[in-house]
């Protein structure tokens, strides 16, 4: 679990992870945010998952090499991301604590990296405190 003030928008996830043969899957995220008014909870949703995959991506395989002054990764083919298949099934709790209405935009990315990093540390007892994470864990 991890909770993070988000741009001023309350949000916690959980994830749980199984520790497999070839390595850790996950399997379930559950977000809350407090977004004080949701005009549109299904966006605000969609946002939500979408800002979580971007984040796992980033916290599991984001990385950019360098060799002879040049990024090795040139374009999207050649930088890895979260597959569907890799992906948690996802459930999303909008909350509105009142107030005015505030983005939902970025506000699922903080979370994610330290809940991730918590479940693996629960899963496997290994406490990782580097990105990105498949660099000390394999993801099946």
Known sequence: MAFHDSFGVPTAHVLEVTMGKDGITLERAFIAA????????????????????????????????????????????????????QSPQITVRVLEGGGP??????????????ALANAIFHATGQRIRELPLNKHIAFA
């Open 34 to 85: 407090d977004v004080g008014t949701a005009l549109d909870p299904r966006n605000v949703e969609a946002q939500l998952q979408s800002a979580l995959i971007f984040a796992l991506s980033a916290a599991m395989f984001g990385q950019v090499t360098f060799a002879g002054g040049a990024a090795q990764q040139t374009n999207f083919h050649q930088y890895q991301a979260l597959r569907m298949a």
């Open 101 to 114: 209405i505030r983005g939902v935009g970025e506000t699922g990315v903080p979370p994610a990296a330290p």
